[in-house]
């Protein structure tokens, strides 16, 4: 049967009690032994003292003048020491002292009597002082008795008092300590920990509960530390066997991981990265710097294994709720494109070169037909030669795109900077589309506003530049409408623009027109989408900027600036 902490306590409080009412109990009995023997009875002894020494001082007085006064008083005293015979032979003397006395009532003159009287009542006394002593003597004994016990009693309750006070803090606190440093050790996450109290009381049950607690504890840890390690081994799999080079990094800037294309790509073996710090890393890892500060996605090279290979970087963040626990930097390897990206544009190249001849061999043919000195042509014959020769140019310009952007993609842009007049430029374009802008009664009108300042320019590609905005404002402005072609100086450069009043641009899609094969949807059919872009190439490489202003319903202008000629520098 388990004994709680409260019946210890309370068996222990009842022992005392019972000890402490023991002591009580005894006290009373050896005060009322000792009061009885040292006052009750001894008070009998003095009685009977009193009255013995009263009739020798009766018989002292019968012998004198007033006998019966005398004689009535002794009578009573001892009348009185009759009724008060406590002591054993002191019956016999009072008796013998009565017949005595009644004698010499009779024989008042007899000293014989007198005497024998006189040696009953001493006898009487010394019995009763007797008694005294004797009592006396047994009340002493009671009494050092009575402290014996007491005093052992007493110690025994301070003992058993100070055994328990020594006994209950240790009692409570010592498996306080216990639990304590078992809680402590839980905090720690050292869940083997149990507490052995060897008790079956509350702190037996509170560690027992606690037992079973840490028990759980540990299983749940372990079946979670497995589940984990299951998941991470599950993870790194899964990233190892990933195509694509990747590096994770937590928001705190600690490397989590990288696959073995990354650490390939890195040169760098696991220890040298994973747990490392990105600032650490980077310190000695030229790809990795380069990684974390480059931001755009644009396509760079990595020479590996002695062959050149091309990647895109692409970040995919790591969220965990609706925060940002970290991001992984993926690398695609687009070498394959990369290379057929090439193949196609040699292709194209090689393509746009070989039909440009047999083109222009053709337009000059037609040129001739429409020379009457090769013979005059009827006007439906004329009107047939017209349209030929308008195709023709079509499939010239979409020739000349092909291979401009050829030239951009292959990065091999050759450019002839001069210090060129940029009204020259402008005429050289306005006149290559003069006959388009006729058809639609279209009128150029020329603003130019720079003087004689010159620009440095590749005079082909800026006047191919221009041509293309030209004509792409002839063919989306309504007929009859005007194109102002301007010139003017801005600081250092001069700025080309060419405004029309055609439909305009959506904003959403203003920047969007120099990208490769944009055109805004709905607009007219026709045209590869390549224009802007080779032009915003041509421009840039040149050092100067493209841009764009419309508003729908409100006209375009297409403009570019390029710098002015240095009037320090030499003339070319
Ligand atoms: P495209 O050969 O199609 O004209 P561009 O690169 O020259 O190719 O132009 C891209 C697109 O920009 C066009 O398809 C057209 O939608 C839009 N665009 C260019 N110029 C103008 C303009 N002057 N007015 C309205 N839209 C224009």
Redesign the pocket.
Known sequence: MAVTLKTKVALGGIFLFGLLILVGALSFYYFNRITEEAGGIVKDNYETLNYSRDMLKEMDELQGGDSISASKKFKQNLQAQEKNITEPGEKELTDSLRINFEALKQKTSSDSLRSLIRRNISGIMQLNLQAINKKNEAAKASAEKAKTIITIILTLCTLVGLTFLYNFPSLIASPVAKLTQGIKAIANKNYGERIHLNRKDEFGQLADAFNSMAEKLNDYEHSSLSKILFEKKRAETVINSLKDASIGIDNKGDVLFANEQALQLLNLKELEIVGQSQEGVQKKNDLFRFLLKEQNSTPFKIVVDGKENYFIKEIVDINQGNEKAGSVIVLKNITSFKELDVAKTNFIATISHELKTPLASSDFSIKLLEDERTGRLSDAQKELVNNLKQDNHRMLRILS?LLNMAQVETGKIQLDIVNADPQVIMDNAINSVINAAREKNITIRKDYRAGDIKVRADTEKTSWVLN??L???I???PRDSTINAGIVKKEKEIEFS?I?Q????QPE?LLK??E?????????A??????????KEFIESQGGHIW?R?EPGS??T?GFNLPITDPNLSQD
Do not use: C, H
Request: aromatic residues 16%.
């Open positions: 795109e293309n905005f004509s792409n404002a063919k989306y402005a060419i029309d055609g439909p305009g641009i899609y027109v120099f490769r094969f944009f055109k805004v949807p709905g607009s007219k026709g045209g590869t989408g390549l224009g802007l872009s080779i032009s764009v419309s006209g375009s297409f």
